[in-house]
C-alpha cells in the first residue's frame, strides 16, 4: 500500500498566523483526502483533493480558511489560516488504499495555537 | 447525529480478558472498515470487511459485518496490553462518494 510523509509533525503556532501541512504520497492517487482530529475525538473530514480541480469541502469547511492545493499526483498541501486556539487539533492526510478499500493514512500534524 | 455509532467509548480490562467493541448505523454501508490508532501517529487499517454476515479473522481479533450492513463488531480475545490503542470503526455509505465516515472511537487499555 501506499506510504505517506506528512509534515510538519507537530507545530506551536501564535494566533492570528498561518501553516501549511504537506503530505507526498510514493505513488500516484486520484484524490487525497484531509482530516481533523480534535483532542479526545474521532476524524472529521475536511475536503477531498483531487489533482486538476479544486478541492470538494465538507459542510462546515471553507476555502478561505482551509485552502489546499494539489500540483500532481503525488503531493498536496493544508493550509490552516489565521489561526485560533480553537484550530488546536491533528490534522492527517489519506488517500485510498491500492489493495482494495482500506485507506491509509500519514502520521499526523499536531497543531497547537497559543 | 453521528452517523456511525461506536461503544463503548472507553474500556479499560486486565490482560487475557476478552472484549467486544459494537459498531452501529441505521445506514447502510458499501464497506466498514477497521483501524486502530496509538498516540502520534495516524490509523491504522486492520481489516475491511465488505459482504454481509462476513466474518473476518486476524489472530485474536474477529471482525463481524452486519448481515444488513448497517453494523459490526470487533471482539479480541484474552487481550495483552500491546492491543492498547483508540479502536476506530469508518464506513464507506452505499450510493455515496467514496468519503470515508468515522465513529468516535473506542479508548482500550490493556493493563498487565
Known amino acids: 500500500s501506499a506510504v505517506i510523509s506528512q509534515k510538519p509533525s507537530r507545530d506551536i503556532c501564535q494566533r492570528g498566523t498561518s501553516l501549511t501541512i504537506q503530505c507526498q504520497v510514493d505513488s500516484q492517487v486520484t484524490m487525497m483526502f484531509w482530516y481533523r482530529q480534535q483532542p479526545g475525538q474521532s476524524l472529521t473530514l475536511i475536503a477531498t483533493a483531487n489533482q486538476g480541480s479544486e478541492a470538494t469541502y465538507e459542510s462546515g469547511f471553507v476555502i478561505d480558511k482551509f485552502p489546499i492545493s494539489r500540483p500532481n499526483l503525488t503531493f498536496s498541501t493544508l493550509t490552516v489560516s489565521n489561526m485560533s486556539p480553537e484550530d488546536s487539533s491533528i490534522y492527517l492526510c489519506?488517500?485510498?488504499?491500492?489493495?482494495?478499500?482500506?485507506?491509509?493514512f500519514g502520521s499526523g500534524t499536531r497543531l497547537t495555537v497559543v | 447525529t453521528q452517523l456511525l455509532e461506536q461503544s463503548p467509548q472507553f474500556l479499560s480490562i486486565q490482560e487475557g480478558e476478552n472484549l467486544t467493541v459494537y459498531c452501529n448505523s441505521s445506514?447502510?454501508?458499501?464497506?466498514l472498515q477497521w483501524y486502530r490508532q496509538e498516540p502520534g501517529e495516524g490509523p491504522v487499517l486492520l481489516v475491511t470487511?465488505?459482504?454481509?454476515?462476513e466474518v473476518k479473522k486476524l489472530k485474536r481479533l474477529t471482525f463481524q459485518f452486519g448481515d444488513a450492513r448497517k453494523d459490526s463488531s470487533l471482539h479480541i480475545t484474552a487481550a495483552q496490553p500491546g492491543d492498547t490503542g483508540l479502536y476506530l470503526c469508518?464506513?464507506?455509505?452505499?450510493?455515496?462518494?467514496?468519503?470515508?465516515?468515522f465513529g468516535k472511537g473506542t479508548k482500550l487499555t490493556v493493563n498487565p
Open positions: 469508518a464506513g464507506v455509505k452505499r450510493g455515496g462518494s467514496e468519503k470515508l465516515v
Open positions: 470487511v465488505v459482504t454481509g454476515g
Open positions: 489519506s488517500v485510498r488504499s491500492d489493495r482494495g478499500y482500506g485507506y491509509t
Open positions: 445506514s447502510v454501508f458499501s464497506s
